[in-house]
């Protein structure tokens, strides 16, 4: 009786591994099953949602339509074609239909053809194949073998060997032959080379095919075969009906036409192959035999034994196959399998601790990481990136933010003079870091409905529409990859934020920022949810279902953000939520109305996430104008935490109400902006206002709006050529091709007081009028009206300066009538703000699963 081991050491049985390590099969590194390095496709999992319906009704009983297609692609008659519970139960029937005495088979090879034979009392020939061939059959020194009445049995490809067939030779071997049965198997050459299938080349061929190794699916048991019509017939009285399920038959229908993922699998295939055998090839005790298929024949010439090498790697949770109870193989050979990079990267890190390569396997690792991704935008993952960039940074670990590709019109200039969003700012400020475009390679900032601004490490390298930056995106993709890799070198570990939702299908093939960033990095996933919006559990189930295999292995866990309420209550939705994921709620965040971080995003602007309550005490009142393409919205924030400030969001005409101040924000497209206020009667307000002494306050792109035109000779931002402004300022604008990147620092010349910032902006603008600002490189921006209620200027974060915003608020305090405020000063300070944060987030989310996720 052979031992549980030996069978599973022999057999690749990676359920009896598992048991005998008590783990799940999913931690097993399975090398000795030849699966589809690539995984399965990606609309596998919702085929088999929708087929669940079709188990309410019996089968097509002979796999009607799947034989049609099957015979379509090889060109056969549908008569000679019959699809099978797997290519093995056709195999295991061939002996009941096919007239011989003999069987011919080349060996080393699968062992179950010898079986078959031995089992219906079929004498078996060995023909042993050549080492110092590599296994390849020589069909000629076979030819003088056969025997009319005889079966011929070969692999194409050779399994254990990969050796490949010379499929013209072996269909003139066949023709010479008519008198002997050739049964080909080619369950792996979907791998290779599909179209040179000897599938009806003759009249005496039988080839078998499998369907669940190309397309990763053993467990669903799918294959068939084409056979000379006489033993096609015999084979389907003998078989019986409704062998195929209805699953199989709706995949398998889907894997034939599925032609983008086999020639995507194909080429993946081939990178990993490559890369696989040259790194094997550092080791002298290992013999890598020339292989085609998906899967490589390896012998051991040195002093470890595969015994001895497979207990070894069986102790790191890796399978091997020993092929030691192969014919005309020994106890020094095994086969693995190749896998993905990552896999493959794993089994020769653990190898190279067995045996001693001939010059050191570089060691490939990865920065340790964990990426927040969302269900949605603004479920919240920009501020749980930061949180957890302090939480780590407070327990000593070196921490930086990184997000590939961000698509904000709220960006930053850093201290060297480069372009960033504004949110990987505010979480490198939570890791106590300087804002570096590494943390944000990629910066889109639209500019129309279709089309963007492109910001490369810092710098615009044009305008593009949207099928214009899908070309560029694989450019991007390589951006993004060279600074994480170069940021994450400065680091112990990295947190990455996604964009928007790996479960946006219309994206996920040229998808840079979430699934594959994270598989880049080698980074669990924490998928986030808004609970407050409603609908998160199924969100969350939702999303996993339209994951492929291999994103879905990536999801650690889900996260509940913004809750109200006792996390308890919360416990039998998670139970439903594991049950239908398998993956676990990792944590609950509260629902935080004022935790004092800047907002990633528009989405919270618009959303009136900025507006406050009205206070009870004596008060000025500030409106800012919702612009469609506003930016930097973030410069009015520092008035939100001001006791004596209400802060309105205005869109329309009707709300505009009775302001001590109008503040027009930043704009990504000011002319286009401009027209839509224009549009909707704004402007006329605005200018009303302005007439009544209204405080009129233009920042970068509204201060541009205030001047008398706006002129744009490039078509920068349209095709008009020129805009008339609100004339309100004594000024005019031209939109330049080479944008303005500076940092700022100074004094606000009439209160005295310091300011400092950035600007970005492409407008060059012209005055007679004097400066309002006055910068340390002797530099000077801004005008105000003769009346001085009407005032701007380029400076974003200039209200940032704690004392400057209080003398701006204080001026309208008087002018109001007011008395100064005499309370306790606000500080805009975020230090306090990301312990509090990171104090609500440690408590709510699971550290210790976060730091096994981490490895640290």
């Given amino acids: 009786m052979v031992s549980k081991q030996t069978s599973y050491e022999h057999g690749g049985n990676i359920y009896n591994a598992a048991k005998t390590k008590d783990i799940p ?22 085929c088999v949602s929708i087929g669940v319906d079709r188990l309410l009704h019996y089968p097509d009983p002979y796999a009607d339509e799947l ?3 099957i015979a379509e692609r090889h060109g056969v008659d549908v008569e000679t074609v019959i699809v099978a519970n797997g290519s093995t139960e056709l195999l295991y029937q061939l002996p009941r239909v096919v007239d011989c005495k003999r069987a011919v088979i080349p060996v080393p090879c699968y062992i179950d053809y010898s079986k078959v034979m031995e089992l219906a009392s079929i004498s078996v020939i060995p023909v042993l194949l050549s080492e110092k061939d590599n296994f390849a059959p020589d069909l000629a020194e076979i030819a003088t073998m056969l025997q009319p009445g005889d079966l011929l049995v070969l692999g194409n490809p050779n399994n254990p060997t990969g050796a490949l067939l010379d499929a013209e030779k072996c269909k003139a071997l066949a023709k010479n032959n008519p008198e002997v049965t050739f049964l080909i198997d ?85 990178i990993c192959r490559k890369s696989f055998v040259e790194r094997l090839a550092s080791f002298s005790e290992l013999t890598v035999f ?16 595969v015994a001895t090498l497979f207990k070894e790697l069986h102790k790191k949770n890796i399978l091997i196959r020993n092929c030691s109870n192969y014919q005309n193989l020994g106890d020094r050979y095994f086969r693995i399998a190749i896998r993905n990079e990552q896999d493959n990267e794993t089994f020769l890190a653990e190898l190279a601790n067995i045996l001693t390569p001939i010059k050191k396997i570089p060691k490939i690792s990865k920065t340790p990481a964990i990426m927040f991704q969302g269900t949605s935008s603004n479920a919240g993952k920009s501020v749980l ?26 960006s930053y200039v850093t201290h060297d003079g480069l372009e960033m969003g504004r949110a990987q700012v505010v979480q490198a400020q939570a890791a106590r870091l ?24 810092g710098k615009p390298v044009g305008n593009m529409g949207v099928f214009e930056y899908v070309k560029y995106k694989a450019t991007a993709m390589d951006v993004a990859c060279e600074c994480y890799d170069d940021l994450a070198s400065d680091f112990d570990t990295i947190i990455l934020e996604g964009a928007g939702s790996p479960g946006e299908v219309n994206l996920k093939k040229h998808d840079i920022v979430n699934m594959r960033m994270a598989r880049y990095a080698e980074s669990p996933v924490i998928l986030v949810g808004d609970i407050d919006r409603g609908g998160v559990y199924a969100s969350f189930v939702g999303t996993m279902e339209v994951l492929n295999h291999w994103e879905r292995a990536l999801v650690a866990g889900f996260l509940v953000n913004r809750f109200r309420g006792d996390a308890k209550l919360l416990e039998d939705a998670h139970d439903y939520v594991k049950m239908h994921t398998g993956k676990e709620v990792l944590g609950v965040i509260p629902y935080l109305a004022n935790h004092g971080i800047p907002e990633e995003d528009s989405v919270s602007f618009k959303e009136g996430l900025f507006e406050g309550e009205k206070p009870d005490q004596d008060h000025i009142e500030i409106v800012v104008i919702s612009l469609p393409h506003i930016s930097n919205f973030t410069d009015i924030e520092p008035f939100i935490a001001e006791p004596d400030v209400y802060l309105r969001i205005v869109e329309e005409p009707a709300d505009l109400g009775n302001p001590d101040v109008i503040i027009i924000p930043g704009s990504k497209n000011v002319i286009g902006d401009l027209q839509a206020i224009n549009g909707v009667g704004l402007s006329a307000q605005i200018q009303q206002k302005a007439d009544d002494g209204v405080e009129i306050v233009g920042i970068c792109g509204g201060y541009q709006m205030l001047g008398k035109n706006i002129h744009d000779p490039q078509n920068i931002e349209s095709n008009l050529g020129q805009i008339k402004g609100l004339s309100l300022l004594a000024m005019d604008t031209e ?63 200039l209200f940032d300066a704690d004392g400057y915003r209080r003398a701006f608020i204080d001026s309208i305090r008087l002018r109001k009538g007011l008395a100064a405020y005499q309370g306790t000063a606000t500080l805009y300070d975020l230090e306090p703000a990301f312990d509090r944060l990171a104090d609500t987030v440690r408590a709510g989310l699971d550290m210790d699963r976060v730091y096994k996720l981490l490895n640290l």
């Fill in 25 to 46: 099969v999913q931690e097993i590194l399975d090398f000795s099953a030849n699966i589809n390095p690539f995984g399965p496709p990606e609309w596998l999992r919702s």
């Fill in 67 to 69: 034989t049609k297609v």
């Fill in 186 to 270: 080619e369950a792996f050459l979907e791998f290779v080379a599909p179209k040179s299938s000897l599938a009806g080349s003759t009249d005496n061929c039988i080839t078998l095919h499998s369907l669940t190794k190309f397309y990763a699916i053993p467990g669903l048991r799918l294959g068939y075969g084409i056979f000379p019509v006489e033993i096609a017939q015999k084979l389907k009285k003998i078989l019986p009906p409704w062998t195929v399920n209805s699953l199989a038959q709706d995949v398998g229908l889907k894997c034939i036409q599925d032609l983008e993922y086999q020639k995507d699998s194909r080429t993946y295939f081939k």
């Fill in 290 to 305: 020339p292989s085609a298929a998906n899967y490589l024949l390896i012998k051991l010439t040195g002093k470890t034994t």
């Fill in 385 to 410: 990136t930061a949180a957890l960039c302090r939480i780590l940074l407070q327990d000593g670990v070196r921490v930086a933010p990184f997000k590939a590709q961000n698509m904000s019109l709220n």
């Fill in 434 to 457: 300087d804002p570096d475009v590494r943390m944000n390679p990629i910066l889109l900032k639209p500019n129309s409905d279709t089309g963007s601004q492109i910001i490369v490490r």
């Fill in 735 to 797: 939109l330049a091709k080479d944008k303005t990147l500076i940092r700022r620092k100074g004094v606000h010349k009439q209160s005295g007081k310091d300011v400092y910032g950035y600007e970005i902006h492409h407008g060059q603008t012209k005055s007679n009028e004097s400066p309002l600002f006055a910068y340390d490189d002797e530099s000077a921006c801004g005008i105000s009206s003769l009346s001085g209620n009407i005032w701007g200027c380029y400076l974003h974060g």
